[in-house]
């Protein structure tokens, strides 16, 4: 008999701690899907998603944008200024969210923004590349720009024509932003605009921690081009922005370089954002800056990059 409340003890302890088990899973799972339900629904979402059919070395393409418009309350005329962001190797989804608060941000200045996904215009998603020691392989990631940036490129100047066919655009005020990846594009774009008698003009560029494709053309009329680098960047050395630069010196572009002392890739400053703030004022925002006083709140320090690898090879 002894041998049987034994047993029955046993089981009754062993249903119990399945139980508590049981119901310390599903406490988990209610967490984790009402936490993935809120970043859902904190993310900010845009205004419109566009999609341009593209037909790239025979294969047909979709290019997606993203379209962030400033709401009533932060409008400052009837057509908004407007910046073109790019994103880098990690792709436009990897770091969605913090693009897309940055747009919000952007908004609240006053800026239509279009965050572009130009990776739609080849077979992959991200150059997320890595060697054996988890950094970064730019050498591997060279052979791609080699191969595919003209690609990129041919996405990033057809959203610069769908932008130009917008009538709530201000199409002397249009903007690229670039980082990293997106800052070598940027210049990219921009010089096929500088050649084109059709597209909208480029007002300004700002690069961020990047620099040129080898068969970038800067000529005479590129206009204002703001370069922030970190002093130690190992992915993408300043001697190589540097070095754009100085060629855009020469061809009598107006432009700029801020560095962030002591900093890796994906580096800023109070100082540089403050100087990205006052570059895009004075070149798409100077007529409006009599009738609105600007917030000093830096548009763009949400963008942020919280994926450890990333600031581990970013040294």
Request: net charge negative; aromatic share 10%.
């Given at each position: 008999m002894?041998a049987?409340?034994r047993?029955?003890?046993?089981n009754a302890a062993w249903?119990?701690?399945?139980a508590?088990?049981l119901?310390?899973a599903?406490?988990?799972?209610?967490?984790t899907?009402?936490?993935?339900?809120?970043w859902?629904?904190?993310?900010p979402?845009?205004?419109?998603e566009?999609?341009?059919e593209?037909?790239?070395?025979?294969?047909?393409r979709?290019?997606?944008?993203?379209?962030f418009?400033?709401?009533?309350?932060h409008r400052?005329a009837?057509?908004?200024?407007?910046?073109?962001?790019l994103?880098?190797?990690?792709g436009?989804e990897r770091?969605e969210r913090s693009?897309?608060?940055?747009?919000?941000?952007?908004n609240?200045?006053?800026?239509?923004?279009?965050?572009?996904?130009?990776f739609?215009t080849v077979?992959?998603?991200d150059?997320?590349?890595?060697d054996d020691?988890k950094?970064?392989?730019?050498?591997?990631?060279?052979?791609?720009?080699?191969?595919?940036?003209?690609?990129?490129?041919?996405?990033v100047?057809?959203v610069i024509?769908?932008?130009?066919?917008?009538?709530?655009?201000?199409?002397?005020?249009i903007?690229?932003?670039?980082?990293s990846l997106?800052g070598?594009?940027?210049?990219?774009?921009?010089?096929?605009?500088?050649?084109s008698?059709t597209?909208?003009?480029i007002?300004?560029?700002?690069?961020h921690w990047?620099?040129?494709?080898?068969?970038?053309?800067?000529?005479r009329?590129f206009?204002?081009?703001?370069?922030v680098?970190?002093?130690c960047?190992?992915?993408?050395p300043?001697?190589?922005a540097?070095?754009?630069?100085d060629?855009l010196?020469?061809?009598e572009c107006?432009?700029?370089f801020?560095?962030?002392?002591?900093g890796?890739?994906?580096?800023s400053?109070?100082?540089?954002?403050a100087?990205t703030?006052?570059?895009?004022?004075?070149?798409?925002?100077?007529?409006r800056?009599?009738?609105?006083?600007?917030?000093?709140?830096p548009?763009w320090?949400?963008?942020?990059?919280s994926?450890?690898?990333f600031?581990?090879?970013a040294?």
């Open positions: 002894s049987v409340i047993d029955v003890l046993s249903i119990s701690s399945r508590r088990w119901a310390a599903f406490g988990l799972l209610t967490v899907v009402a936490a993935a339900g809120w859902s629904l904190s993310m979402l845009p205004n419109e566009r999609f341009i593209m037909l790239i070395q025979g294969h047909r979709q290019v997606h944008y993203d379209v418009l400033p709401d009533e309350k400052v009837a057509r908004h200024p407007a910046i073109i962001l994103h880098g190797v990690e436009a770091y693009y897309h608060q940055t747009a919000r941000r952007l609240r200045e006053g800026y239509a923004v279009f965050y572009v996904h130009y739609d077979a992959y998603d150059l997320w590349l890595c020691q950094c970064l392989d730019t050498k591997a990631i060279g052979k791609f720009c080699a191969a595919d940036s003209a690609n990129w490129t041919e996405g100047v057809a024509a769908d932008i130009g066919d917008r009538e709530d655009i201000d199409h002397d005020a903007a690229i932003q670039g980082f997106g070598y594009l940027a210049l990219a774009a921009t010089s096929s605009q500088v050649e008698m597209l909208p003009e007002a300004a560029v700002v690069v990047g620099a040129m494709f080898e068969d970038t053309r800067l000529e009329g206009p204002a081009t703001l370069f680098h970190g002093e960047d190992s992915v993408v300043m001697k190589d540097r070095a754009t630069f060629l010196r020469r061809v107006d432009a700029e801020v560095v962030v002392p002591g890796g890739h994906t580096a400053s109070a100082d540089s954002l100087r703030k006052d570059f895009l004022d004075r070149h798409l925002q100077a007529k800056r009599m009738a609105k006083q600007i917030s000093l709140e548009a320090n949400g963008l942020t990059f994926d450890r690898d600031w581990g090879m040294r």
